[in-house]
C-alpha cells in the first residue's frame, strides 16, 4: 500500500521500475492525510479522511502513471487540480469510477489503460443539467487484450478533435463505458474501437503528440498483413490466371470513427443490442466485421439509421444470414439510410441469403428515401454461396456506382430486386447506373438479371462476364456516336447467343465480344451407358 495524502509538493509519479510489482493499493488525497492510520493493504475509509480542504491548495502533480504495478485493484485520487495525465496500465483494476476513485481532476486530458486485461467498466461523472460527461478528457487509450503491451496513442495535429478515443477490448460489453463518454455529442469525436482478443492487431491511430517523448508514432502495418490470402492462391500462382479472378483490394484505411469486431471477441451479441450497435448504426464512418459467428450485425429489433457509414467491409462469418437485416412485423426498419456509403465489400459469408432484405419501407413511399446509396460507388461481393440477390431497390437511381464486382455467388438470382414499395417509374423507366463503367461477374450459374427491371448504364466501358449460363439481359447502353468507343465485352459463346435483345436493347451498342480462351467445347447430348 502506498499512500501519498497531501503531498502537495510532487510533480510526477512514475512507478515503472520505481515501486515493487506487489503494489495493491494507491492513494493520494489533495485534501490531506486521513485522521487515522488505516491496516495494511486498505485504504483510508471515506468518514476518515478530510470532507473539506482548510486552505486551497495548488497540488503540482501533473502526470500519475502506475504502470507496471500488476497487482494494483484499489486507487483513490482526490482533488488534483493540475493532474493532466493518468497511466494505469497493467494494472488489475475492475472498475475505474470517476464517481468515487478519481474525483475532482478538472483538467484530466489523456488516459491510458493499455494490458488492463481485467477491466469490466469505466464509470464517468454525467452532470445532468448541462449533458457534460467529467472527466474532459481528450485521449482515452485502452487495451484489455492479455499479454499484449500495444504502443502509445500519439495525435496528429492535422485533426482537430475535443476527443480521441482509441479501444481494443475483448468484453464488447466494455463498450457500453467507452460509449457513454462520446454519444453525448459525436460531432467532434474521433474513436477507433477493435473489439477482438487477436495478437495480430497492434495498429495505432495517429493522434496528436504530446510533450512526453514516450508516446511515440506507431505505424499501421502493412495492407498485405491485414488482407488473408486468397483460397487455393498457390495453386492458381502455378498455373495461368484468367482474368477474371482478378479483384480490387478491399477497403482498409480507417476513417475517423471506425469499429472492427474479430475473432476472439465475448458477448458480441449482446453487445450489439447496447452501445456496440448504436455507435454502428448511428456514428460509424468505416466498420470492418470479420471472423464471428453473428447471425445478424444488428438484431431486427433495432432500428438504425447509418446516415454515416462511408464504408463497410463484412468476411468470413459463418452464421451471418443477413448483413443489413429488414423489419419483423412489429418493429420499425433497421436498414434505412446509407445516404453516405461509398465502399461495400463482403467475403466467404456462407449463409447469407442476402445483403440488404426486403421489407424496408412501410406506408406511402417518402421522398428522403430516394438520397439511399446516392454516394454508393463500389460493391464486390466473393464468395457468397446461398446469397440470392444483394439491394432490394427502393430507388431510382445508384447515381455513382462505377464499378460492380460479384464472384463465386451460386445461387444468385439477381443482383438488384424491387423492394416491396418503390418508385413506379422503375418499370418504364428502368433503374438508372449513370457513373457505371465497370462489371464483372464470375461463376453465377443461376443468374438471370442483373437487376430484376430494366437497367440502364449509358457510361459501361466493360462488362467480364463468366460462368454465368443463365443470364439472359446485359444493362442497356445506348448507341454511342461516331468515334466513341463501345462498352467491350467478355464472355463465352453460349451465353452470348442465349442473351435477349429489344429495339431500344440493341446488340450492335457493344462491340464484338472476346470468348474465353479457356472455353469448352461442346459435349454430346448421348448416354456413354453401355
Not at 250 to 278: C, F, N, Q, W
Not at 333 to 357: H, P, Q, R, V, Y
Not at 430 to 456: N, S
Request: hydrophobic share 40%; glycine share 6%.
Amino acid at each position: 500500500m502506498l499512500i501519498l495524502d497531501g503531498c502537495d509538493g510532487l510533480e510526477d509519479i512514475i512507478a515503472l521500475g520505481r515501486l515493487p510489482p506487489s503494489l495493491r493499493s494507491f492513494s493520494f488525497d489533495g485534501y490531506g492525510p486521513a485522521s487515522q492510520r488505516t491496516p495494511i493493504v486498505e485504504l483510508p475509509l471515506k468518514h476518515f479522511r478530510p470532507s473539506t480542504v482548510e486552505d486551497k491548495k495548488d497540488i503540482s502533480t501533473s502526470k500519475i502513471s502506475l504502470e507496471g504495478c500488476t497487482e494494483l485493484d484499489n486507487m483513490f485520487l482526490r482533488g488534483l487540480n493540475n493532474l493532466v495525465e493518468l497511466d494505469l496500465s497493467g494494472t488489475a483494476i475492475k472498475i475505474l469510477d470517476f464517481k468515487t476513485m478519481v474525483v475532482q481532476v478538472p483538467r484530466l486530458k489523456r488516459l491510458y489503460l493499455i494490458g488492463c486485461k481485467q477491466l469490466r467498466a469505466i464509470i464517468f461523472l454525467h452532470d445532468i443539467h448541462s449533458s457534460k460527461v467529467e472527466p474532459d478528457l481528450e485521449l482515452m487509450s485502452i487495451d484489455t487484450r492479455a499479454g499484449i503491451v500495444c504502443p502509445r496513442a500519439s495525435i496528429d495535429k492535422t485533426k482537430s478533435f475535443r476527443l480521441r478515443v482509441h479501444a481494443i477490448v475483448v468484453d464488447a460489453r466494455l463498450i457500453h463505458s467507452v460509449g457513454s463518454l462520446t454519444a453525448m455529442d459525436m460531432k467532434d469525436v474521433s474513436y477507433n474501437i477493435h473489439v477482438t482478443s487477436s495478437p495480430a492487431y497492434d495498429g495505432v491511430v495517429q493522434f496528436e503528440e504530446t510533450n512526453n517523448g514516450k508516446f511515440d508514432h506507431c505505424d499501421q502495418g502493412s495492407l498485405e498483413q491485414l488482407i488473408p490470402a486468397v483460397q487455393y492462391s498457390d495453386v492458381l500462382s502455378m498455373v495461368c490466371n484468367p482474368p477474371m479472378q482478378a479483384f480490387p483490394q478491399p477497403p482498409a484505411t480507417r476513417l475517423d470513427a471506425h469499429i472492427e469486431i474479430a475473432k476472439g471477441s465475448y458477448y458480441v451479441e449482446s453487445g450489439l443490442k447496447g452501445m456496440l450497435g448504436y455507435l454502428m448504426g448511428e456514428t460509424a464512418e468505416s466498420l470492418h466485421l470479420h471472423d464471428v459467428s453473428i447471425d445478424a450485425i444488428i438484431p431486427r429489433t433495432q432500428h438504425y439509421t447509418w446516415n454515416n457509414l462511408r464504408w463497410c467491409r463484412v468476411e468470413r462469418c459463418p452464421k451471418l444470414d443477413t448483413v443489413f437485416p429488414s423489419v419483423s412485423s412489429a418493429f420499425p426498419s433497421n436498414s434505412s439510410g446509407f445516404f453516405k456509403l461509398e465502399t461495400f465489400w463482403a467475403s466467404d459469408l456462407l449463409m447469407a441469403c442476402w445483403i440488404w432484405s426486403k421489407g424496408r419501407l412501410h406506408g406511402s413511399f417518402s421522398l428522403s428515401d430516394t438520397n439511399s446509396f446516392k454516394n454508393l460507388q463500389h460493391l464486390h461481393l466473393r464468395s457468397c454461396p446461398r446469397l440470392q440477390f444483394v439491394i432490394p431497390v427502393w430507388v431510382c437511381s445508384f447515381p455513382k456506382l462505377e464499378t460492380l464486382h460479384i464472384i463465386h455467388c451460386g445461387d444468385l438470382v439477381h443482383g438488384f430486386e424491387l423492394d416491396e414499395l418503390y418508385p413506379k417509374e422503375i418499370f418504364s423507366l428502368g433503374v438508372l447506373f449513370p457513373k457505371l463503367t465497370t462489371m464483372y461477374l464470375h461463376d453465377l450459374p443461376k443468374l438471370q438479371q442483373i437487376c430484376e427491371v430494366k437497367m440502364v448504364a449509358p457510361a459501361l466501358e466493360t462488362i467480364r462476364i463468366r460462368g454465368c449460363w443463365g443470364l439472359r439481359r446485359l444493362p442497356s447502353v445506348a448507341a454511342r456516336r461516331q468515334g466513341e468507343k463501345k462498352p467491350t465485352v467478355e464472355i463465352e459463346k453460349d451465353t452470348w447467343d442465349a442473351l435477349e435483345w429489344d429495339a431500344n436493347h440493341r446488340l450492335d451498342n457493344f462491340e464484338a465480344p472476346v470468348h474465353s480462351r479457356h472455353y469448352k467445347k461442346k459435349l454430346p447430348r448421348v448416354s456413354f451407358l453401355r
